[in-house]
């Protein structure tokens, strides 16, 4: 069916923080077929009429999530990564079940798409099921299979050709693909990286994995090998490809030259980042580069929320605090990160727009709110969007033209059937 949309404005989601006042958006069978002003709009024919108060703007991509962590939200509070890996995380998680993956991806989708994201990229166990949840609310996933070293999972060589088996049998729909998730360089062995990333290339699949999160993980790397992480990461032919790397905190000019020759897209969670004191990314010195970069929100238990508008203003201001300058990241910069720029760093050019061609992923968000006024030129709505607005103001959301929020509640799912399910499996992997 097609569909036309009308809105108070358009936002496109571009580096140039594109707005289009009074807009039109034409949908027909999920594409989107026509974005302009409404007085330029071509007659509407028999298309559906949708009028919103608000504005639209395509769907969020989140670059980087392990969603199903939902389960473990606020748990291990105050402890560093290390500590807050072995200590809550990996024992909570060796008693997970593949039901309670999906449950928890469910719960954490519908979540997501209420805050506005459509897309996200997961890295967590049974993929398969994280594909199912994301079935039911109606959204997309790109999914790291990962490959980790943790008691009661097959040997590396098996978990590795699970996931490329995996990935050979993912629907041509553009809802659900999967990829290679190594965890990190320091928890997985060198040969069995280089491997991933041959299987990866051979295969034209995402190969995800976290790289410099925190100041130290490369330290006994480092004394052995003589180099970085992202220098060995070279070295060992793990870059080349679709690679995108999560967090990259401590990269120094060196390793961000590494990225832009590899053209290494990054995953940049600064909610996460700052939670567990990890440190501030050099935003800036990418972007400079060219180094492609979207926005992540990591997990639900390292943020503690799944609200990617709300972290666009944490993105800015840690930027801004960096560089000590208020021009470091602009607004128009800060909602591109996490639409057109996150789909180019995911590798998904159908996504992250509202420009003809790409997939109708629409998010209409009520600017009949004070924090949206005032407007006196139309890039004050990006200014809005940063610095006062959070998903609270999602109304309504289409995935492919189809609406899977309305009114901000979920069309396809239970939430708070949800809600007592996850909370009840929480208690249960807590308890031991």
Sequence with gaps: MAHRFTARAAVVGDRAGTV?????????????????????????????????????????????????????????EGLPLDRW?????WPREARLTAEDVEVAMTAASAEMLGNGVTTSVEMY?????????????GGRAIIATPLIPLPGLPPFEEQLRAAVDLAAGAPDDGTVEFGIGPHAAYTVPLPVLREAAAAARESGLLLHLHVAETATEGAELLATHGLSVPALLAAHDVLGGRVLAAHCVHMDDADLDLWREYDVAVAHCPASNAKLASGIAPLRAMLDRGIRVGMGTDGPASNDGLDLLADLRLAASLARLAGRSATALTAAEAVWLATGAAADAVGRPDLGQLVVGRRADLVHVDTRDLVFEPVGDPADLLAHLVWSASGRHVRDVWVAGRQVVRDGRSTTVDTEALRLDVAARAARLAAG
């Design 20 to 76: 289009v006042p009074d807009a039109v958006v034409d949908v027909d069978d999920g594409v989107i077929s026509w974005v302009g002003p409404a007085a330029e709009a071509p007659p509407p024919g028999d298309a559906e009429l949708v009028e919103l108060p608000g504005a639209l703007m395509p769907g969020l991509v989140n670059a980087h999530s392990h969603a199903p962590m939902v389960l473990f939200r606020g748990q291990g």
């Design 85 to 89: 890996l072995q200590e809550v995380m």
């Design 125 to 137: 166990f049974h993929p398969d099921r994280i594909a199912a949840a994301v079935g039911t609310t």
